[in-house]
Every structure is written in structure tokens, then in C-alpha cells.
């Protein structure tokens, strides 16, 4: 395997509330080596997003957090502020469920376009632009000059999660955190987002880290899959979609209806904490 | 099963006026849908958003008002508003809805119990005592999958699943000839997306209910309906049994929502480039 760009050791976060203190990622470990596309999947409460906030140190300051998270070499975990700063804008772009949550509805499309190019790089209005209507046009968008002068609310969800791809190539970052970036969308147009950012990711040969519950869609996205429970990764590798070994994965794949076969009744998940604490006893 | 149509929406359409001090022509969001419920059977909408499918649905309710066309229920003319307020819960009590958003479709300040009793005294044939209302609500929830320590929990102390288990009892309270889905289980994970719907399986084999069933999700469209109509921008182009449909899809606009569906082998594709 090539070099690693994001690798995470026993990762772990408490939380401490006045009462009780609950430990919500208990030992995470992955990599994602450069180029590489990882889907992390999992059920709500898994630990999902928590692990991607932890990789951008975005946790709430009450929780405590350990292990390591080492990105191209430097540790996250104990960087300064203006390292953070840079390490933040420059190296990791991220996409969220919904778009329409993460831009300014009373900024054009083209001010959230430009604003941290121009601020923080101190590179031109026009020459930026320029980039953002290419990359627009290569993302799907059409009639790319006339969207920068539109407002948000103009543009439907599909398109508007298709400017944020743009938003985050357009900083040329080395690692994309995706988060349910589909999930609001129907099926057709999660086709289309999906299809642009993996044909985007490896013609510029960046990593992906793809967070999403579905593990169909995420298998055909990514090269290798890490199988969330109870914030620990129960199952990972290249193998899990089509041979899933751990009893959770195989139960979350048997749970989802089928296109092609109704069932007379869906099998419904048995695994749970206990026998999540139990396998975990034995092993 | 009787053979007589419960639900029988001809030549359906709902036009939205432009919206005002803009340039822009009025919205066709519904054009021309014919389509029948029969008792005891599973009907699919399907289509992307904005195809209109959720527009028919509140047009059912009464939600929307209709432009033009006939919509009927058990052959009784819904175009025009219900007659005052015994009409009005008398449609209420034929066709109930289920929201997308269990969080935003429960009323926060309303306990689960309370939720239930109410739709239920607003539509229980007779009287009901209140000691009646209580036990009844019980049952109810008892056949959703809610025990008695629910009744006086609030929404905000349930998970997404047990919150549209209540959604669901409430329309059941009203003992109603449809029920419809609306992106039912859209927002539920894998393992709660399976239970609900196992639990609507199992209402339907316990009493006899029709279910208008909205989604974009084919494998769960495929898991709970008998017949399916897709819908393109306000028009039908495609209707039939669900399982012929999914495995031998004729019209494009099929094709291509079947073929967006992700499975092993599967491959997401770029569709071409988007206008709006």
C-alpha cells in the first residue's frame, strides 16, 4: 500500500458532563493512504461524524480526546493555532449533508466561491473567477458565469451540493471529508454527485473520506470500507461488501429490502450492545 | 377484497400561480394523473423530488386544493372543500398522512399518550368515556411497538424510529381506509427503515388498510407496494406491478431511476448536465 496521508491510532473521546462522563469513540484506528477513497459506515449514534470532527479538531472542548491523528506526518491532535489555521483552509476540504445549511443565503454563489481565495490566499477576484467557472463546468453545472451573480436559494439541492464540491476543489486541498454528502438527495441525483466527485477525487489524485449509513452506495465509492458500532470500527478493508465476516455487517447488509427480491418480512438487526460487549469479551 | 376503487384521482392537475413580482410562468405541479387505490392494497408514487408526487398526496388530504380533474374517495367528490367540521373529520378519519419528519410532525409539548387519545376522540365512533380513550390508546400503541411505559414520555425523549411508530398510531386511531406515506422511512436508519417496515406488513395482514405509499426508494418501494406509478414532472409515465416494473423496466425515465439505485456491481453515473 501506497503512503499513508490520514492515519488514526486508537483514537478516543470522553465526554464529561457535570454527572457523568461517557466515552463516545473507543479506540479508532484507520488509514487512508494518498489518493485512497475510505467509506466509514454506520447507523446513527455510531461515531460517524464525531470521528470526522475529531480528525478536523472540531469536538466541543468537553470532550477529552487521545490516541493520535497524524496527517502527512504532523499530529493533529497537539497542533497550534496557526497550524491549525493553515492545516484546516489548506489540506482538507469538507462536504456536508446539507448544503444549504453551509452557505450564507445572503451571499451569491460566486462571494462563497472566492471570499477565502481572495481573504486568506491574497489571490485575485478575477483570477479566481476564472477557476470557479471552469471547475463549476466541470462539476455538472451549467451556464457556470451566470450561476456566480445567483443567491442560494436559486438553485436546487443537487446543484447546490455540486457548488460545494467546486467550493472545496477550488481550494485544492489533499483530503476530502464527505459527510452523508447524498442523503438529502434522491436517488438519481446522488448518482450524479457521487459519479462527479469520485471521477474529480481521482483525477486529481486526492483521499476521500466518505461517511454515509449506506453501505451499497459507499462500496461502489470507495476502495476500502470501515464498519462503524458503538464508536469503535468493527470491520474494515477491501473485503467487507462482498464477504462481510463480523455478525454486525452481515446483519446492517441483510436489513436493507432489495430491488430485485421482495421479502416476506425484512430480517431485523439482533445485534446490540450485549453481544457487541460479549464479542468483544471473547476475542 | 371488493373490486370498487377507494380512491380514483382522473385527469389530476394543481397549477401554483407565479410567484408574485417575479417574471416566471405559473407551476404545473401536477398534470393530468389518473390513478385508482383499491381497499387493501399498497400503491407506490414514485419519482425524483419535484416530480409532484408529494402535490397529489396533500391534494388527497386536502391540503392542496385542485385545479382541475376529479379526485374522489369512495366515490364521494373531494375537489371542493369538505362541509363544515363534521365533513372535514369525516375525510380526516378516510385518508390519514405520515410526515417525512417524525421531529417536526409531533407536537413537542404533547405527550405520546395525549397524541393518540386525541385523534382518537376526534374520531372514535360513539362517545368514548376517558378511561376508554386510555385503554384504547394503549392498544393502539401496544400494536405499533410502544408498551405502556411510552404513554407519558414526549417526543423529544424518543428516537427517530419510535417517533414515526407514533406518527403511525395516530393515523391508526382514526381507524382510517388509507393511510399515506409520505417518505415514511426516508429518514430512518437500515435497522429502524426494516422495522417500520415490517410493522406496516403487519398492520395490513392484522386489518384491512390501503397505504399510498411516497418514495424516490426503489428497493423500498419494491419491499412494500403491489403496484407503483412513477411520476416525471408532474405527469405519470410509468404505472404497473412494482415487481414487473423494477425487473423489466421499459420507459427511460424508469430505466434511469432504476438504474440510479446502488447494488453490487453498481457504478454511479453522471447524468448530463443540469439546467436548473
Not at chain 1, 462527479?196 to 476500502?224: K, M, N, P, V, Y
Not at chain 2, 405509499?213 to 416525471?232: G, K, P, T, W, Y
Request: hydrophobic share 40%; aromatic share 4%.
Amino acid at each position: 500500500m501506497s503512503e499513508a496521508l490520514l492515519t488514526l491510532t486508537d483514537v478516543r473521546a470522553v465526554l464529561h458532563s457535570r454527572h457523568q462522563s461517557q466515552s463516545l469513540l473507543n479506540g479508532v484506528s484507520f488509514s487512508i493512504a494518498k489518493g485512497e477513497a475510505l467509506g466509514l459506515v454506520g447507523e446513527s449514534g455510531s461515531g460517524k461524524s464525531l470521528t470526522t470532527r475529531a480528525v478536523t479538531r472540531m469536538l466541543d472542548p468537553a470532550f477529552e480526546v487521545s490516541g493520535s491523528i497524524s496527517f502527512d506526518g504532523a499530529e493533529v491532535l497537539s497542533m497550534g493555532p496557526a497550524e491549525l489555521r493553515n492545516y484546516r483552509s489548506r489540506d482538507i476540504g469538507m462536504i456536508f449533508q446539507d448544503p444549504r445549511a453551509h452557505v450564507n443565503p445572503v451571499h451569491t454563489v460566486g462571494d462563497f466561491l472566492t471570499e477565502e481565495l481572495v481573504r486568506n490566499r491574497g489571490l485575485a477576484r478575477e483570477e479566481v473567477e476564472q477557476r470557479a467557472i471552469t471547475l463549476l463546468d466541470e462539476v455538472g453545472v451549467r451556464y457556470p458565469e451566470r450561476r456566480l451573480t445567483q443567491y442560494p436559494h436559486e438553485l436546487s439541492g443537487g446543484m447546490l451540493q455540486r457548488v460545494m464540491i467546486a467550493s472545496v476543489l477550488l481550494a485544492e486541498p489533499r483530503l476530502i471529508l464527505a459527510d452523508e454528502p447524498t442523503t438529502a438527495l434522491d436517488v438519481t441525483a446522488q448518482s450524479d454527485v457521487m459519479a462527479i466527485l469520485d471521477e474529480q477525487r481521482r483525477a486529481r489524485g486526492l483521499s476521500l473520506l466518505f461517511i454515509t449509513h449506506d453501505l451499497e452506495l459507499a462500496a461502489a465509492c470507495c476502495e476500502r470500507l470501515a464498519v462503524m458500532y458503538a464508536g469503535e470500527i468493527v470491520e474494515q478493508g477491501a473485503h467487507v461488501y462482498e464477504s462481510p465476516r463480523h455478525p454486525y455487517t452481515i446483519e446492517l447488509l441483510g436489513a436493507r429490502p432489495s430491488i430485485d427480491q421482495r421479502l416476506e418480512r425484512l430480517p431485523v438487526l439482533q445485534y446490540n450492545r450485549d453481544i457487541h460487549e460479549q464479542l468483544k469479551a471473547e476475542a | 377484497m371488493s373490486t370498487e376503487a377507494l380512491v380514483v384521482a382522473q385527469n389530476l392537475r394543481k397549477v401554483f400561480p407565479a410567484p408574485k413580482g417575479m417574471k416566471s410562468e405559473p407551476i404545473v405541479a401536477v398534470d393530468d394523473v389518473s390513478f385508482e387505490l383499491f381497499p387493501n392494497e399498497c400503491l407506490a408514487i414514485v419519482g425524483e423530488s419535484g416530480s409532484g408526487k408529494t402535490t397529489v398526496a396533500r391534494m388527497l388530504v386536502g391540503l392542496e386544493t385542485v385545479t382541475g380533474g376529479s379526485l374522489s374517495v369512495r366515490g364521494e367528490d373531494r375537489n371542493k372543500g369538505a362541509r363544515g367540521l363534521a365533513g372535514r373529520r369525516r375525510w380526516a378519519r378516510e385518508v390519514q398522512y405520515v410526515f417525512q419528519d417524525p421531529y417536526s410532525s409531533l407536537n413537542p409539548r404533547q405527550g405520546i399518550g395525549d397524541i393518540i387519545q386525541a385523534s382518537l376522540s376526534l374520531h372514535a365512533p360513539g362517545n368514548p368515556g376517558k378511561r376508554e380513550l386510555k385503554l384504547k390508546a394503549g392498544e393502539i400503541l401496544d400494536s405499533v411497538g410502544l408498551g405502556s411505559a411510552f404513554h407519558r414520555k414526549f417526543p423529544h425523549q424518543l428516537s427517530g424510529g419510535q417517533r414515526q411508530r407514533v406518527a403511525i398510531a395516530r393515523a391508526l386511531a382514526a381507524d382510517p381506509a388509507v393511510i399515506v406515506l409520505d417518505e415514511a422511512v426516508a429518514a430512518l436508519d437500515v435497522s429502524i427503515q426494516a422495522q417500520i417496515l415490517n410493522l406496516l406488513s403487519d398492520i395490513r395482514a392484522r386489518r384491512e388498510v390501503s397505504y399510498l405509499f411516497i418514495s424516490h426508494d426503489l428497493a423500498v418501494v419494491n419491499q412494500v407496494s403491489e403496484r407503483m406509478i412513477v411520476m416525471e414532472q408532474g405527469r405519470v409515465v410509468d404505472a404497473g406491478n412494482t415487481a414487473e416494473l423494477l425487473a423489466n423496466p421499459v420507459h427511460p425515465y424508469t430505466r434511469s431511476l432504476r438504474a440510479a439505485v446502488p447494488g453490487p456491481g453498481w457504478k454511479p453515473v453522471r447524468r448530463e448536465r443540469l439546467a436548473s
